[in-house]
């Protein structure tokens, strides 16, 4: 007896996650040219080419698709040459760093703030999502490698938000922030990861904790 089964194939599955990934890139972009206020959910849908019962499947409100969106921007996928490493503060901040870069630098994640400082004074809670969703799950994710850190005695640090925001301002401030005013800003790859070293060796030589030996010499 063949028994019929619920649960979606695995063509069915990568079709819904490609039309999802067409429906963010279309939001994206039209948020970017016509303003969140500007941009209705059935606009999205034509650009996207998928039918507008698809989109509000997996996007019922316009809010919801802003979320969708920004929780994307700054999903990290967790390659194993970018896990930063315990117990070695200068390695697990350096594969920091690199992460950051890399995602700082992402195609689309500058339109995306500059969507959210645009439209902040008409819909303050499009800065709220994005603060939530977005930048402070991140961060929680580096200050909880320091805090690993200190408990290992690799770093010894009295305020480990202090730190994660001293270390991944040091590399924002000439990554990205200069994208925000600066259009053609694109610093090659030699120059952003001479940023990242030396924001690791700032780092280490303020919070890192050197293990001195002893013996006869």
Sequence with gaps: MTFMTTEPSTYHRRVAEQKRAAIIEAATRLFLDAGYAGTSLAKVAEAAEVSKATLFKQFPTKAALFDAIVTES?????????????????????????????????????????????????????????????????????????????????????????AATQFLGMISNYVFWPRMLLMNWAPDDAS???????????????????TKRHGGG
């Design 74 to 162: 700054w999903k990290v996928e967790d390659e194993g040459d970018l896990r930063p490493p315990k117990g070695d503060l200068r390695a697990g901040l350096t594969a920091i760093g690199r992460r950051y870069v890399a995602l700082l630098t992402r195609p689309g994640v500058a339109a995306l703030f500059r969507i959210v400082i645009a439209e902040l004074p008409r819909f303050p809670e499009l800065g709220e999502a994005h603060f939530e969703r977005g930048k402070m799950p991140y961060f929680d994710s580096v200050r909880r490698y320091l805090d690993t850190e200190n408990a290992l005695g690799t770093a010894k640090l009295d305020d480990t938000e202090l």
């Design 192 to 210: 952003m990861s001479h940023v990242v070293d030396e924001a690791v060796l700032m780092m280490e030589a303020r919070y890192g904790v050197t």
